[in-house]
């Protein structure tokens, strides 16, 4: 979890957490290609994105009750038991089946650390009076999987002067398994870096895994992992470590799900994919205040920040958006609107689907946002993850292709106050007439021509099934690098092996210009233009017809400078030759593949 201010570093030292996946092309709903992720360890390995509980949202609260004994100290023994008894009787019938003990399991109240002999963490026996083991064979009575939590790298209060033996390796102790200058990693530092070049490292991760696989744990969650955690740099990059607990679970002979976290670096996600079973793409959920989140601290944050992950998710491992708090009204601190919204983003985007709510006490509304088979059906169905089909504006729609020939179709309003937003049925590439079904409500809708457009409350939101009965559009493209285009101030040609003729039109910036001429239509309307584009980070750009006024779009990160994505503008065009123009204002622009326009009936 990122600093926020609100904890010493001690206690920083422990926080967030998830991770992994490969891939294979899949159909888009803007007719590119998205990838989905091979296993990383077995053919079942996270197939679907798990579900469960975590405790992590409830320690971090300052909710009033929540944490009698000091910050942190909601994690104990009575607590997680009550949380899976709760979960077996409510959600277990759903798919939830994980309960995840999160940081401090082995540190006391105070936050001082206990371990074993041979530096492995060790349960602290206030928090766990019965043991870990205990507590996981109680997990696996009621039918459910065991989850627990590390931070990578060897505790600075493991090292024990580099003294400390380690388990099972004769010879070896924990100054083998560190660099001589003890430089210290993840996201807090508050551990020193594991050298693997030295076999005694691999052997201390042995002896974790071991310990936990000898539990009886189904899960780990491993924190603070970099790149990412805000870190950077070779102190930071812990890619050898995933890699040497994905070697060690393996040699358990026991399948635990291995889950990174937090805000990965999305330019490995190749390695988190290889060694991992999921990954954090965002800083944490919970807000550290008097509820268990709030909108602006970070749920929002998610709808930016997905697009660039979506490609790299799929059965194996899964981009995970932290703990879903819809469950419990006052305490998660949102409206209704946006607790609906929270679930539908994490459906949609098949996220891991685990609560950190106090599951005794789900209110009514939360549990049937929690428990809606025909949502969770979406999370948990072989579609690939939705994607936006339109720019990262106020009013947004998301969309998946089914493999029934069916669209998954999201609608979100994110300004602060009511708006109307559409669904156009060109932007899911298809024209005519479609059945629609509102899964919240289990309604079905009827018959829309072209669209449907919803009055949503502010930070609201609409899902949807969609099954076209019209006819598949047809389009016509136009390079951005053509040269019967206009370019204009610093606005230039650039190679682009990704890009649909080898060519992009870059360095849109300051007042920078591309002006696609000749864009032929049959009869004036407003036309939803499919831009293909390129963009390491979310960036805007004005679009204008024919010199007229321009809207600003912000075009959500492509996740690199190597891959193209598409999002649908809507243009109103005149019958005959138009021009349509992508101007950067007074800031920096995406890079511009290619339009295409629906042809007009």
């Not at 002999?117 to 997990?139: L, N, T, W």
């Not at 020193?192 to 189904?218: E, H, L, N, T, V």
């Not at 072989?382 to 089914?402: C, G, I």
């Given at each position: 979890?990122?600093?926020?201010?609100?904890?010493?570093?001690?206690?920083?030292?422990?926080?967030?957490?998830?991770?992994?996946?490969?891939?294979?092309?899949?159909?888009?709903?803007?007719?590119?290609?998205?990838?989905?992720?091979?296993?990383?360890?077995?053919?079942?390995?996270?197939?679907?994105?798990?579900?469960?509980?975590?405790?992590?949202?409830?320690?971090?609260?300052?909710?009033?009750?929540?944490?009698?004994?000091?910050?942190?100290?909601?994690?104990?023994?009575?607590?997680?038991?009550?949380?899976?008894?709760?979960?077996?009787?409510?959600?277990?019938?759903?798919?939830?089946?994980?309960?995840?003990?999160?940081?401090?399991?082995?540190?006391?109240?105070?936050?001082?650390?206990?371990?074993?002999?041979?530096?492995?963490?060790?349960?602290?026996?206030?928090?766990?009076?019965?043991?870990?083991?205990?507590?996981?064979?109680?997990?696996?009575?009621?039918?459910?999987?065991?989850?627990?939590?590390?931070?990578?790298?060897?505790?600075?209060?493991?090292?024990?002067?580099?003294?400390?033996?380690?388990?099972?390796?004769?010879?070896?102790?924990?100054?083998?398994?560190?660099?001589?200058?003890?430089?210290?990693?993840?996201?807090?530092?508050?551990?020193?870096?594991?050298?693997?070049?030295?076999?005694?490292?691999?052997?201390?991760?042995?002896?974790?895994?071991?310990?936990?696989?000898?539990?009886?744990?189904?899960?780990?969650?491993?924190?603070?992992?970099?790149?990412?955690?805000?870190?950077?740099?070779?102190?930071?990059?812990?890619?050898?470590?995933?890699?040497?607990?994905?070697?060690?679970?393996?040699?358990?002979?026991?399948?635990?799900?291995?889950?990174?976290?937090?805000?990965?670096?999305?330019?490995?996600?190749?390695?988190?994919?290889?060694?991992?079973?999921?990954?954090?793409?965002?800083?944490?959920?919970?807000?550290?205040?008097?509820?268990?989140?709030?909108?602006?601290?970070?749920?929002?944050?998610?709808?930016?920040?997905?697009?660039?992950?979506?490609?790299?998710?799929g059965p194996g491992g899964w981009n995970d958006l932290d703990s879903l708090d819809v469950g419990n009204g006052e305490m998660d601190g949102l409206t209704k609107a946006e607790r609906q919204s929270y679930a539908t983003l994490w459906a949609i985007a098949k996220s891991p689907l685990y609560t950190g709510d106090d599951v005794t006490k789900l209110d009514s509304y939360g549990l049937s946002l929690l428990t809606n088979r025909e949502v969770i059906a979406v999370n948990q169905g072989d579609a690939p993850p939705a994607r936006p089909v339109?720019?990262?504006?106020?009013?947004?729609?998301?969309?998946?292709?089914?493999?029934?020939?069916?669209?998954?179709?999201?609608?979100?309003?994110?300004?602060?106050?009511?708006?109307?937003?559409?669904?156009?049925?060109?932007?899911?590439?298809?024209?005519?007439?479609?059945?629609?079904?509102?899964?919240?409500?289990?309604?079905?809708?009827?018959?829309?021509?072209?669209?449907?457009?919803?009055?949503?409350?502010?930070?609201?939101?609409?899902?949807?099934?969609?099954?076209?009965?019209?006819?598949?559009?047809?389009?016509?493209?136009?390079?951005?690098?053509?040269?019967?285009?206009?370019?204009?101030?610093?606005?230039?040609?650039?190679?682009?092996?990704?890009?649909?003729?080898?060519?992009?039109?870059?360095?849109?910036?300051?007042?920078?210009?591309?002006?696609?001429?000749?864009?032929?239509?049959?009869?004036?309307?407003?036309?939803?233009?499919?831009?293909?584009?390129?963009?390491?980070?979310?960036?805007?750009?004005?679009?204008?017809?024919?010199?007229?006024?321009?809207?600003?779009?912000?075009?959500?990160?492509?996740?690199?400078?190597?891959?193209?994505?598409?999002?649908?503008?809507?243009?109103?065009?005149?019958?005959?030759?138009?021009?349509?123009?992508?101007?950067?204002?007074?800031?920096?622009?995406?890079?511009?593949?290619?339009?295409?326009?629906?042809?007009?009936?």
């Amino acid at each position: 979890m990122p600093v926020r201010g609100l904890r010493s570093l001690v206690v920083l030292a422990l926080a967030a957490g998830l991770a992994t996946a490969a891939p294979a092309a899949q159909a888009r709903p803007d007719g590119g290609n998205a990838t989905t992720a091979a296993p990383a360890s077995s053919a079942t390995a996270a197939a679907k994105p798990y579900m469960g509980w975590s405790s992590w949202s409830m320690q971090s609260s300052k909710y009033p009750g929540l944490n009698p004994n000091g910050d942190y100290s909601y994690l104990t023994e009575a607590n997680v038991l009550k949380q899976t008894d709760a979960l077996a009787t409510k959600l277990k019938k759903y798919g939830y089946e994980y309960i995840n003990i999160d940081a401090g399991w082995w540190r006391d109240y105070a936050w001082t650390p206990e371990f074993d002999e041979y530096g492995r963490q060790k349960a602290d026996p206030v928090r766990f009076p019965s043991g870990m083991k205990s507590v996981a064979d109680h997990i696996h009575s009621k039918g459910l999987k065991a989850g627990i939590y590390l931070p990578v790298g060897l505790e600075k209060e493991a090292y024990g002067g580099g003294k400390v033996p380690i388990w099972n390796a004769e010879g070896c102790t924990t100054a083998d398994i560190v660099y001589d200058d003890l430089r210290t990693t993840n996201g807090w530092d508050s551990a020193y870096k594991i050298d693997f070049s030295d076999p005694c490292a691999q052997k201390y991760i042995d002896s974790q895994a071991r310990m936990f696989a000898d539990w009886g744990y189904d899960f780990l969650k491993l924190d603070g992992v970099g790149p990412g955690s805000f870190k950077s740099g070779d102190n930071y990059n812990n890619v050898a470590d995933v890699a040497a607990w994905q070697k060690a679970i393996s040699a358990t002979g026991r399948p635990i799900h291995l889950e990174l976290s937090w805000s990965l670096d999305i330019g490995h996600a190749d390695d988190w994919k290889k060694h991992s079973n999921g990954w954090r793409v965002d800083t944490d959920v919970e807000c550290y205040c008097n509820t268990l989140v709030s909108w602006e601290n970070s749920v929002d944050d998610r709808w930016d920040d997905t697009p660039a992950w979506t490609r790299h998710a799929g059965p194996g491992g899964w981009n995970d958006l932290d703990s879903l708090d819809v469950g419990n009204g006052e305490m998660d601190g949102l409206t209704k609107a946006e607790r609906q919204s929270y679930a539908t983003l994490w459906a949609i985007a098949k996220s891991p689907l685990y609560t950190g709510d106090d599951v005794t006490k789900l209110d009514s509304y939360g549990l049937s946002l929690l428990t809606n088979r025909e949502v969770i059906a979406v999370n948990q169905g072989d579609a690939p993850p939705a994607r936006p089909v339109t720019p990262s504006d106020p009013q947004q729609v998301w969309a998946a292709e089914n493999h029934d020939g069916s669209y998954t179709v999201a609608l979100f309003n994110l300004a602060d106050r009511p708006a109307s937003v559409t669904a156009d049925w060109s932007t899911l590439g298809f024209t005519g007439k479609a059945a629609v079904r509102d899964l919240w409500n289990h309604e079905n809708l009827g018959t829309h021509k072209s669209g449907i457009t919803q009055a949503l409350p502010a930070h609201g939101s609409r899902l949807f099934t969609v099954t076209p009965r019209g006819d598949a559009l047809t389009w016509t493209g136009i390079e951005a690098e053509s040269s019967a285009n206009t370019l204009g101030g610093n606005a230039s040609v650039a190679d682009c092996p990704a890009c649909s003729d080898g060519h992009k039109v870059g360095n849109l910036y300051t007042g920078s210009k591309l002006t696609i001429n000749n864009v032929v239509v049959g009869k004036a309307g407003t036309y939803q233009i499919k831009v293909a584009y390129v963009s390491g980070d979310a960036r805007s750009a004005d679009v204008s017809a024919n010199g007229g006024g321009a809207t600003r779009h912000k075009f959500p990160s492509t996740g690199d400078w190597s891959t193209v994505n598409s999002v649908y503008v809507p243009v109103t065009l005149k019958a005959g030759s138009n021009t349509i123009t992508f101007d950067s204002g007074s800031g920096y622009a995406p890079d511009i593949d290619r339009i295409d326009v629906p042809k007009s009936s």
